[in-house]
């Protein structure tokens, strides 16, 4: 059985969530050390050539065990997709960096504030497109508040995302978000999932090959000649992989912002609540659909009978 088999998946699931976000990178990974250790590693003499003859003699077990192996890693780390985005966002102790990575996150933003300050004077055009690119940045990328400012790019991507989403309209993406998802047309909904699962593929990916440099560096330790620099390799599409992976956050984060646009009133409807005449009503009602959600708070918005708004 060739080694391309052992990357395919039931035509069901290609292009599914589960084969971008949790089978392939996990796949990627092993397959990486596997070929490693089929060269040789951990020892002083690797050999290639020793690596693809195991490879194109595998029997039809083996490489049915290594798909076996590969699933169950997808499946027991599917749980912690959330947790590992996490640490990517800057989820760890002060103790261990954060502290220091917040600093000089806040330093870029404000850095990014003065770009976007608007030009005094006659500015010329070069001016004024110059700083309206730096204010589009600055709300991209960071939250509008100081004290949400995470320590890592992803972090403050995903933060501008929360603070930004509905804001305009009164509502609290943290706690509207689940609610609103749910009432999203197909065609914003398929948008918002890809960009979600871009997003969730690239992190997954940047965290899987980080710990892959980390395994290589560690199986290549006793090699001879410049062996262990192959660990650049894994390490250097982490990199890759972390950027691409804020790329897609900013993306994930237009998305949301798309769907509040186009469907607060559907969640209204939803709920059989009234759409509200005005601005002024608008705000009202939806700060007080926050609170129930956030605290419990009852709203003072009666209901409409007869099927809705529509």
Known sequence: MSLDALAEMPAGLQGSRFFRVYYFPTYAVLL???????????????????????????????????????????????????????VLEGGWAASLGSGLLRRRQLARMRTLTEAAA?????????????????ATRLRRRFPTREHLVRPTALGNALAAMQD????????????????????????????????????????????STGIAAIATFALLSQATHWWWLLGFVPLTVSVIAYRA?????????EAVELAFDLHRFDLLDALHLAAPADRAAELKI?????????????????YVTGGGNR
């Open 245 to 253: 992976a804020v790329h897609a956050a900013v993306a994930y984060g």
């Open 118 to 134: 608007p030009p005094t004077g006659t500015p010329g055009d070069q001016a004024v497109q110059a700083a309206g690119q730096a």
């Open 32 to 86: 990486f050390l596997l070929i490693l250790v089929w060269a040789g590693a951990p020892g002083e003499r690797i050999s290639f050539k020793a690596a693809w003859e195991t490879a194109a003699n595998l029997e039809i077990a083996e490489a049915l065990l290594i798909i076996v192996v590969v699933v169950l890693l997808a499946l027991v780390l599917h749980p912690f997709q959330s947790a590992l985005v996490g």
């Open 164 to 207: 930004n989403a509905g804001r305009a309209y009164g509502l609290d993406a943290v706690v509207a978000w689940p609610r609103l998802y749910a009432v999203l047309g197909q065609s914003v909904r398929g948008v918002v999932d890809d960009r979600r699962d871009t997003m969730d593929s690239t992190a997954r990916l940047a965290a």
């Open 286 to 302: 939806n700060q007080e659909l926050c609170d129930l959600w956030r605290q419990g708070v009852p709203p003072t918005a009666g």
